[in-house]
């Protein structure tokens, strides 16, 4: 069971590293122009991109609602095994419920969920 939970932490650290990454983009736009930077009118650094805009807007959008779901797959193994003390927890289950998460919320085209077939 303590693979299982290293594997839970070490995915929501990952999360975690990868929120707080995708600010430097915001920093570089405040330090360009300081006070509120207007994005759409200036080049900065990294938002002159439109595929790097586009990145990071699903990365925005995903990451910290990922973290909140990640936390709470903790806290259910944690129930779990406090509720049946010999449960076995399966450390490559973590990855099953990271796809299942993705799955269900990355939107894919006209802003449907993936598994919402699209007419």
Same mark, same amino acid.
């Given at each position: ?8 932490y ?30 759409? !009118?200036?080049?900065?650094? *990294? ?6 805009? @586009? =990145?990071w &807007? ?30 076995i927890?399966?450390? !490559?289950?973590?990855?099953? *419920? ?6 269900? @919320? =990355?939107? &894919? ?11």
């Amino acid at each position: 069971n303590s693979l299982y939970f290293k594997r839970v932490y070490q995915v929501i650290n990952m999360v975690d590293l990868l929120t707080c990454v995708s600010l430097f983009p915001v920093i570089d736009a405040f330090i360009e122009d300081p006070g509120y930077p207007d994005l759409s !009118s200036k080049s900065p650094i *990294f938002f002159g991109n439109s595929v790097f805009c @586009t =990145v990071w &807007g699903m990365l925005w959008e995903i990451l910290p609602s990922f973290s909140v779901y990640l936390v709470g797959v903790l806290c259910i193994s944690r129930l779990v095994l406090l509720t049946w003390k010999r449960a076995i927890m399966v450390p !490559s289950i973590v990855y099953l *419920f990271m796809a299942t998460y993705l799955l269900i @919320t =990355v939107p &894919g085209r006209n802003g449907h969920s993936a598994l919402i077939p699209l007419l």
